[in-house]
């Protein structure tokens, strides 16, 4: 069985991790069919948005714990450094919105990347676990730096040292996730929001997530100045004039990504 599904469609990606009988725990060659598709997508000019979610009743349980137990398994910090960060900055460095469709738990490593996904549509049974702890490990793959400026210190302190589970309602309570619908209809509902985003201006859609990440580490004159810099660059599109004519003309615009 393939444990990564792919498609494009309408010009959006879906990619399913897809190990349901181990909750799409991650071994060495899922991550690394993950990291080669995300390099995939970023080259394919034909994907203007993707979805990411997994097979079955979970999202993704983190690490294989069952590959870790082996005897020539890979030093954590390696396996960390090799695997799991580059997946996560092949993510946030995508130049297209990813939507994550969370169609059940994410755990460990599962809910980091749940978490360094742009927008997040949950399952109404999904819920995230900071497992982390509950094996004498600390949260990695991004957790620590995602989860407070995603949901605040306090809430990031509480879910990654208490490591109780995080139903998809109290997630959308606190901004975690931008809506939850039923289990059924996660993919749908992420892969309608991705259409939209595929429908709007390519590199103006790449800019504002660039920008958005670059506020985390930038001071307000930093950002000022480089939100006057993108512009720059987005008002030189042909996608800018044709927003502009779009408007005028009283229609949709047809973005091309020129
Ligand atoms: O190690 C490194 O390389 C460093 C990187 C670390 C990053 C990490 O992600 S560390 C955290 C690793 N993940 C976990 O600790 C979570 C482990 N899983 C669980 O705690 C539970 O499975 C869940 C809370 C996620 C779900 O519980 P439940 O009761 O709904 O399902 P289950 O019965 O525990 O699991 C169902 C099956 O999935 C089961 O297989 P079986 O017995 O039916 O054959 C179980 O073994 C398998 N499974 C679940 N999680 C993992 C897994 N198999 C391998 N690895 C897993 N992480």
């Not at 069985?1 to 990606?13: C, G, I, P, T």
């Not at 900055?89 to 969370?102: F, Q, S, Y």
């Amino acid at each position: 069985m393939e444990e990564l599904l792919f498609d494009v469609a309408d010009r959006v990606a879906t990619i399913t991790l897809n190990r349901p009988d181990a909750l799409n725990a991650l071994t060495i060659g899922l991550k690394d069919e993950l990291l080669a598709m995300l390099v995939q997508v970023s080259n394919d000019p034909a994907v203007r948005a993707v979805v990411l979610t997994g097979a079955g009743r979970a999202f993704c349980a983190g690490q294989d714990l069952h590959e870790r137990l082996k005897p020539d398994a890979v030093p954590l910090d390696e396996e960390i450094r090799e695997r799991y960060n580059p997946i996560i900055l092949a993510m946030r460095h995508l130049d297209r919105p990813i939507i994550g469709a969370i169609n059940g738990i994410a755990a460990g490593a599962g809910a980091s990347i749940a978490f360094a996904c742009d927008v997040r549509i949950a399952a109404e049974n999904a819920s995230f676990l900071l497992a982390f702890g509950r094996i004498g490990l600390v949260p990695d793959s991004g957790a620590t730096w995602f989860l407070p400026r995603l949901v605040g210190s306090a809430k990031a302190t509480e879910l990654a040292l208490l490591g109780e589970p995080m139903s998809a309602s109290d997630a959308a309570r606190i901004g975690l996730v931008a809506k939850v619908v039923p289990a059924d209809s996660v993919v749908a509902e992420a892969r309608a929001i991705a259409a939209r985003l595929a429908d709007m201006a390519p590199q103006a859609v790449a800019l504002t997530k660039w920008a958005l990440q670059a506020s985390w580490t930038t001071s307000l004159e930093e950002q000022l100045e480089m939100e006057a810099q993108l512009q720059g660059i987005a008002g030189a599109t042909a996608d800018h004039a044709e927003g502009i004519a779009a408007f005028v003309d009283k229609r949709p615009p047809r973005f091309t990504g020129e």
